[in-house]
C-alpha cells in the first residue's frame, strides 16, 4: 500500500482499469493528439477527480465558477469536441455510447452515457482567457474547435502509451517520494533549460521541503521553443553538478499549454498535487501569455480557494535576477537597485546567441548548461 503524503484532488487518486467489451458501438471518433493527452491524463489520474470528457452542467460551471457541479475546483473545461456531421450521425445511430480510437486506428475508450451540447464560444474564450481577441493564442485555440461538445463517462479499453522520455504516472511518482522518505515535495514547471533564477528559486524552496519535483511540460511545441530532449539534458546537467543527491527527482508531463494564466497555474497546481507533490512554485510570470494579465494574477488566483479545497501549498516568488551590483541573484524583495543593475536576457536573445554557438553570460546561465546547449545544431522545434 502506497502512503500517500497528501490526498489527490478531489479526495482519491482515479486510476482506469482497461476493460474488454463484446459489442461495439456503432459511430466512432478519431481523436487528435490534443485530445489523446486529455484522456491519457483522464485516465491515469493526472487530472483527478475527472473521470469524463465534462457534460453541459459541468462545462458551464467550470467556465462561471471554476469549479464542478459538486463543487469541488477545477478552473478549465476538459472537452472534447465534434462536428455537426458527427452530431447527425450519432443521432441516426440511435447509440448512447461511441468508440474512441486513434489514427492508427487503435481503440483507446469508450464514452458512454454521452451528452452533446452546443456552446458559445464568445463565453468560454471570455471567462477562461479574459478576452475574446483572437490573437490571444488561447481564445485562437477555442475558435478553432468544432461546434459541439461530447461528454460523460469513460471505458477504457487500453493503455495510452505516449512514449513519452522520463515520464512516471502519478502512482509511479508517489511510490518514488514514497521510497525517498519525502514528506514535503516542492514542484517546479518549466518548458525551457535552466538558468540561475530558476536555480534560485529551487533551491530557496528546497530550504523548506524534503524534496523537488522539476516536471517539464512536454508536448506539441511551437516553432522556436527547445526540443523536449534538450531541456532534459540541460537539468539533468544542472541536477548532477549543482544538486545534493537524491534531492531532485526530475520527471516530464504530457499537457498541451491552454494559455489560460491565470486559471492555467490552478491547473497546473492540481496535476502537481495529484502526483504527490505538497508545495508548488508559482512566479510572477507562471504560464505567461503576453500582456493579457496583470502581474500578480497567477498567484492572486489561489486567495479564491479555502485550504480545503486546494491541499497543495502555494509558494509565490518575485522574479529572481542577476543583480551586478549585488553580485549575486536576487529579488524586488531583496535587492534595493535598479532593473538596469540587473541581467535581462530574454528567450529570444537566449536562442540567437545558441544558434549564433555564443556561450550566455555566467550570470544567466551555467556555462556547462550553455555549452550544451550550444553543442547541438537542432536543438529547436521546427
Not at 355 to 366: A, D, G, T, V
Request: aromatic share 14%; charged share 25%; glycine share 2%.
Amino acid at each position: 500500500m502506497i502512503r500517500q503524503n497528501i490526498q489527490a484532488h478531489g479526495g482519491k487518486l482515479i486510476i482506469f482499469e482497461k476493460t474488454k467489451i463484446t459489442e461495439k458501438p456503432h459511430f466512432e471518433i478519431t481523436l487528435n493528439d490534443e485530445q489523446i493527452v486529455d484522456l491519457h491524463n483522464i485516465a491515469n489520474g493526472t487530472y483527478s477527480p475527472l473521470t469524463w470528457f465534462l457534460r453541459k452542467d459541468d462545462f458551464l460551471s467550470v467556465l462561471v465558477s471554476m469549479r464542478l457541479t459538486n463543487w469541488i475546483v477545477w478552473p478549465i473545461p476538459i472537452v472534447l469536441d465534434i462536428s455537426e456531421t458527427d452530431k447527425k450521425q450519432i443521432e441516426l445511430s440511435k447509440q448512447n455510447s461511441i468508440l474512441l480510437k486513434d489514427s492508427s486506428w487503435n481503440k483507446l475508450a469508450i464514452l458512454e452515457n454521452i451528452e452533446v451540447y452546443s456552446y458559445s464560444k464568445k463565453d468560454f474564450a471570455n471567462y477562461v482567457f479574459k478576452t475574446i481577441e483572437q490573437d490571444h493564442p488561447g481564445v485562437k485555440m477555442v475558435y478553432e474547435l468544432k461546434d459541439y461538445l461530447i461528454g460523460w463517462n469513460i471505458i477504457l479499453l487500453d493503455d495510452i502509451n505516449l512514449d513519452l522520455p522520463k515520464y512516471f504516472s502519478p502512482v509511479e511518482i508517489r511510490k518514488i517520494f514514497q521510497d525517498k522518505n519525502w514528506n514535503t515535495v516542492v514542484a517546479f514547471q518549466t518548458r525551457n533549460p535552466p538558468h540561475v533564477s530558476h536555480e534560485y528559486l529551487q533551491k530557496c524552496a528546497l530550504e523548506w521541503c524534503n524534496g523537488l519535483f522539476i516536471n517539464p511540460v512536454i508536448w506539441k511545441k511551437k516553432s522556436w521553443d527547445f526540443k523536449d530532449e534538450y531541456i532534459l539534458g540541460a537539468y539533468e546537467r544542472l541536477i548532477k553538478n549543482y544538486y545534493k543527491p537524491d534531492s531532485v527527482h526530475l520527471s516530464t508531463l504530457p499537457l498541451t499549454f491552454k494559455y489560460a494564466w491565470p486559471r492555467e497555474a490552478v491547473l497546473h497546481a492540481i496535476i502537481r498535487q495529484n502526483f504527490g507533490c505538497t508545495h508548488m512554485i508559482v512566479g510572477r510570470d507562471h504560464a505567461w501569455v503576453w500582456s493579457y494579465y496583470g502581474t500578480y494574477d497567477a498567484q492572486n488566483i489561489f486567495n479564491n480557494f479555502r485550504d480545503d479545497e486546494l491541499k497543495i501549498k502555494i509558494l509565490k516568488y518575485e522574479n529572481a535576477w542577476f543583480c551586478n551590483i549585488c553580485n549575486t541573484v536576487t529579488t524586488n524583495k531583496t535587492c534595493p537597485h535598479s532593473d538596469s543593475d540587473k541581467m535581462h536576457i530574454s528567450w529570444t536573445e537566449v536562442r540567437r546567441k545558441i544558434q549564433n554557438k555564443e556561450i550566455l553570460p555566467s550570470s544567466f546561465m551555467r556555462k556547462e548548461i550553455s555549452e550544451y546547449l550550444i553543442e547541438w545544431e537542432n536543438q529547436f522545434v521546427n
